[in-house]
Every structure is written in C-alpha cells, then in structure tokens.
C-alpha cells in the first residue's frame, strides 16, 4: 500500500510533457522547454524556437518551430520542441490567457534565460541581450526553463505565488 501511495505522489509531482508529433523517442536534438509561473491555467501556451543569426531571434517569420497548446489544469508544463541539429539557439513562449491569438494586457511571456524586460522594453517592442538569451544543443536532451512574467502595474514580472 505504501509503494501505491509513494507512486501515486511521484506521478502528481512529475512535470506534464507535452511533444509535438516531431519530438518522439529517439529525436536527436530534443529541447525541454519548462515553463513555470502561470498566473492562471486558461487559455493556451505557445513555444517558439529560434536558431541562425541572433538579429533573427523573436522575429515570427524566422521561428524554426512553432507549437502550442492548451493550458493544462496543474503542474509543471514541459513541451519539447526539437532543434534541427546541434548548435545556438533560443526560445521564447506566451501564455494567451484568453485564447483568442492576441497579444493582450493579462498575457504573460517568458524566454529562454529568464532575461529581465521592462515596461519600456515592451512598449518598444525591443528584444531581451542575445546573450543572455542564447542556449547550447548537443546530443540528448536540453532543458530550458522559462519563468513567465506578466504585466503588473508599471512593471513586468514573475507573479508572486504563480503556479
């Protein structure tokens, strides 16, 4: 009975992985996006990933994947995205707390390196240091974990508390 208990509480502590169909066993250059931070669990999650020139990072057009998903009700949410070969890359991801495809006020955003942003920054449309935003992808897996940040008064920041 306490071997069922202790797995029962290992499997509601275990990150939900959510793949894309091209992130199956045995891809070469899987990258472990772990999102952290939710303000709430609706609406709909989107991960880019982004390789080649740096000045084309967070440019919508040079996205080399694009996936999203729903909000899944708990947890920690991982979703796999996979890099086309080993190299430089980064991601960012946007948490659509309404869902309708449209960059809002209550929508919250991260990137890989968690770098800070400021209202400013976002106003500007300007993008976070390159290197501070940059990850490596060799053979097996790369995790990345982005802390999603929302707007909150004059600022943008890590809810306090946030699933």
Do not use: W
Request: hydrophobic share 40%.
């Amino acid at each position: 009975m306490l071997l069922l208990t202790l797995a029962a509480l290992q499997m509601a502590s275990a990150p939900l992985r959510l793949d894309t169909a091209q992130c199956r066993p045995g891809t070469a250059h899987p990258v472990i996006v772990r999102i952290t931070g939710f303000a709430n669990r609706a609406g709909r999650i989107r991960v880019r990933l982004f390789g080649g020139p740096p000045s084309s990072y967070f440019d919508k057009r040079k996205a080399l994947v694009r996936t999203e998903f729903a909000v899944p009700r708990s947890g920690v949410v991982e979703i796999c995205v996979p890099a086309p070969r080993a190299g430089t890359y980064a991601v960012d991801v946007r948490h659509d707390v309404n869902g309708d495809g449209q960059t809002d006020r209550q929508d919250g955003g991260g990137a890989s390196g968690n770098p800070r942003v400021s209202l400013l920054d976002v106003l500007l449309s300007r993008k976070p240091d390159t290197r501070r935003v940059q990850f490596s992808v060799g053979d097996g897996n790369t995790i990345v974990p982005v802390t999603l940040m929302y707007l909150q008064g004059g600022s943008v920041r890590p809810i306090n508390g946030a699933n």
